[in-house]
């Protein structure tokens, strides 16, 4: 007779690896909830910066869209529109960070302490 069979019970633990795995599968659902939750929160955030002085600032959501972008007419050079096109660059581009560090911390707060290191997170 094989080691931990019983003719009553089948093979020994398995409804507590049943059990475990209904746990898990809560657990996952659980935290896939929780990321959307988290996920919308942002999305719905504005970030915003400015740069060359406040003179040019930008505007995104969490769903990194640009929103909004303000020029002050000081920023205005007919004779330097390169200088503009890279103040307008950074701005968006510091908004877009600031958008896409505000989601990882979400959803690393989310996953830190699941223990997933077993599937390569």
Known sequence: MAKGYSARR???NGSGQMLKQQ???QQIMKMQEDMQKAQQEVEE???SASVGGGVVSAEV???KEVTNIT???EAVDPEDVE???DLIISA???ALRQAEEAMDGKMNALTSGLGLGG???
């Open 10 to 12: 089948g093979f020994s």
């Open 71 to 73: 020029i002050k007419p």
């Open 92 to 94: 968006v581009n510091e």
């Open 61 to 63: 959501n969490g769903k």
């Open 45 to 47: 955030k504005t970030f």
């Open 83 to 85: 200088m503009l096109q």
């Open 119 to 121: 599937f390569g997170f």
């Open 23 to 25: 746990q898990m599968q």
